[in-house]
């Protein structure tokens, strides 16, 4: 089975879509592969936190068709951005039925040069999520261990069992990855909750709660670069590795 597109879903907001997308896409170019990163959140979080702001050229200007190709920032030799911008939210509100596979199309001529593709998905179950789960092998959820965990992913599992149906038969679910635990018996509780619900589909590396990959944002590093001796490190390597087992 293909793995190397993996969207990075959850119409919840906040659950660490972008820390997880720039963590684990930097731990797998740690491992030696080739990753490319795709930001295609009009808040742009993904690029900002790589301290790749005010570019020229950005994923809204494909969308806008003034741009026939995807642009590419290199982070470094094996880490590579798309970044996005604000204006990406106008695609939201006027959708055309050529949007829809807009992403896949042009992924399609780059993706070679790759060994993984992280897409980091908006909060919103819109055009921009279904481009990213139409051009994805796969689809990583990350579900924040809090009171509301459950609620809502049966919208995101009927969202992509639809587009699995329709548009994209290749689709599969690699698993939900839950972010910030803490030690408390409520936080267990869930944690042990959603286990029970998705079994063998959710990670067994979980994303403990640390301050510093909160830092590390705030100071445009990945957290490898900004404390790699954390147990946000630890956790997002472990969670790596896991993915390309
Ligand atoms: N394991 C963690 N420990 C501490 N803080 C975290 C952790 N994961 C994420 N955060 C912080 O939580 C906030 C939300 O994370 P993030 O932006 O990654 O979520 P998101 O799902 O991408 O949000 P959005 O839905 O707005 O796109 C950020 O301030 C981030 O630094
Ligand atoms: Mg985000």
């Given at each position: 089975?293909?793995?190397?597109?993996?969207?990075?879903?959850?119409?919840?907001?906040?659950?660490?879509?972008?820390?997880?997308s720039?963590?684990?896409?930097?731990?797998?170019?740690?491992?030696?592969?080739?990753?490319?990163?795709?930001?295609?959140?009009?808040?742009?979080?993904?690029?900002?936190s790589?301290?790749?702001?005010?570019?020229r050229?950005?994923?809204s200007?494909?969308?806008?068709?003034?741009?026939?190709?995807?642009?590419?920032?290199?982070?470094?030799?094996?880490?590579?951005?798309?970044?996005?911008?604000?204006?990406?939210?106008?695609?939201?509100?006027?959708?055309t039925?050529?949007?829809?596979?807009?992403?896949?199309?042009?992924?399609?001529?780059?993706?070679?040069?790759?060994?993984?593709?992280?897409?980091?998905?908006?909060?919103?179950?819109?055009?921009?999520?279904?481009?990213?789960?139409?051009?994805?092998?796969?689809?990583?959820?990350?579900?924040?261990?809090?009171?509301?965990?459950?609620?809502?992913?049966?919208?995101?599992?009927?969202?992509?069992?639809?587009?699995?149906?329709?548009l994209?038969?290749?689709?599969?679910?690699?698993?939900?990855?839950?972010?910030?635990?803490?030690?408390?018996?409520?936080?267990?509780?869930?944690?042990?909750n959603?286990?029970?619900?998705?079994?063998?589909?959710?990670?067994?590396?979980?994303?403990?709660?640390?301050?510093?990959?909160?830092?590390?944002t705030?100071?445009?590093?990945?957290?490898?670069?900004?404390?790699?001796?954390?147990?946000?490190?630890?956790?997002?390597?472990?969670?790596?590795?896991?993915?390309?087992?």
């Amino acid at each position: 089975m293909d793995n190397k597109i993996i969207s990075v879903a959850n119409h919840k907001g906040g659950c660490a879509k972008t820390t997880s997308s720039l963590n684990l896409g930097r731990a797998l170019s740690i491992l030696g592969f080739k990753v490319l990163l795709v930001d295609i959140d009009p808040q742009a979080n993904l690029s900002q936190s790589l301290g790749i702001e005010n570019e020229r050229e950005t994923i809204s200007d494909v969308f806008n068709q003034k741009l026939e190709h995807l642009p590419v920032v290199k982070v470094s030799d094996t880490f590579h951005l798309v970044p996005a911008s604000f204006e990406l939210s106008a695609i939201e509100l006027q959708p055309t039925i050529n949007s829809y596979f807009l992403l896949k199309k042009k992924l399609e001529p780059i993706e070679k040069d790759y060994d993984y593709i992280l897409i980091d998905c908006p909060p919103s179950l819109g055009i921009l999520t279904q481009n990213a789960l139409i051009a994805s092998d796969s689809v990583l959820i990350t579900v924040e261990a809090g009171y509301f965990a459950l609620k809502g992913l049966d919208t995101m599992y009927g969202l992509i069992s639809s587009i699995k149906e329709n548009l994209n038969n290749g689709l599969f679910v690699l698993g939900l990855a839950i972010t910030k635990t803490t030690h408390t018996n409520l936080n267990k509780e869930i944690t042990q909750n959603l286990k029970d619900t998705f079994k063998e589909k959710v990670f067994e590396t979980v994303i403990r709660t640390n301050v510093s990959l909160a830092e590390a944002t705030l100071n445009r590093k990945d957290i490898f670069a900004y404390s790699p001796q954390s147990y946000g490190a630890e956790d997002y390597m472990n969670l790596a590795k896991e993915i390309v087992k």
